[in-house]
């Protein structure tokens, strides 16, 4: 593969809300991307649940996902980073771009390609493809899920033959990326069972990067993540290799 200088248009919401969170969100994003690919990012909105408004209301969060998904922010961001002249998107977010199932996700992709005449990849898109990547058919999840977003997971890899044998949420309503790093892990680790091909992390919120390889070893098996997975398929969509140290066995092959 090329191995020339390229730009990654990263879109994500901001359930963070502080600019400590985002920035350690970022750096996260960052680790999966090696020297020569630059990232430029812009956010979208995340209501902190404002009751009386015409955004989702407290406790719907699957609803937040679809408003998240179809409100128009997500391609108004790519517009918006197109004067930085990246050469492809990636939207990290999970949730709303597997909420809808498989459709949603697609014409999610497609809004943004039609906005800005780029191709685009998703966190769902891109797990999907490192599992058939890996050969995984059964898995294990670990997220900071409500359970109805959690059982919307399942209902989207099922859509797309990959069974999930065991998950684990751990019912956050939001404040999903101030996830201790140690708790997410400690959920992967609890989620695991033997007829699990791999685990698999979801939600774009969670600081993997420096442990991926290490539970891997611990648990003897592949770990997918959601930054790690998008990263992995952004790469490959800009003609480099995807191959980086400590990032999990999607980067060695």
């Known amino acids: 593969m090329a191995q020339n200088h390229q730009t990654l248009g990263a879109i994500y919401p901001d359930d963070m809300w502080l600019d400590y969170d985002i920035n350690r969100m970022l750096d996260e994003i960052r680790k999966y991307l090696p020297e020569q690919v630059s990232m430029v ?35 108004a961001a790519a517009s918006r980073l197109m004067r930085l002249k990246p050469s492809v998107f990636a939207y990290y977010c999970t949730t709303a771009s597997f909420v809808q199932g ?16 780029l191709p685009c990849t998703t966190a769902s898109t ?6 058939r990547f890996l050969g995984v058919r059964r898995v294990a999840t670990a997220s900071p899920y409500m359970e109805d977003v959690n059982q919307a997971l399942i209902g989207f890899l ?26 997410i892990r400690e959920a992967a680790r609890r989620s695991d069972v033997p007829e699990a091909d791999a685990v698999l992390i979801s939600c ?45 066995v999607l980067f060695e092959n």
Request: aromatic residues 4%; charged residues 25%; glycine residues 10%.
């Open 158 to 183: 099922a859509e797309c033959d990959i069974e999930v044998v065991n998950s684990n949420p751990l019912h956050y309503l939001q404040d999903h990326s101030i996830v201790p790093p140690e708790t």
């Open 102 to 117: 498989v459709a949603g996700d697609e014409a999610l992709k497609q809004r943004v390609e039609d906005a800005t005449g």
């Open 41 to 75: 990012s812009a956010r979208t909105h995340v209501p902190m649940f404002q009751v009386g408004t015409e955004e989702p209301e407290e406790g719907s969060s699957v609803e937040l996902g679809i408003w998240l998904a179809e409100n128009g922010d997500i391609e």
């Open 126 to 131: 891109a797990i999907v493809k490192a599992m």
């Open 204 to 248: 774009t919120g969670q600081k993997t990067a420096d442990f991926i390889s290490d539970l891997e070893e611990e648990l003897g098996k592949p770990v997918v993540t959601s930054n790690q997975a998008t990263g992995w398929e952004a790469l490959r969509m800009l003609g480099v290799e995807p191959r980086l140290a400590g990032r999990g």
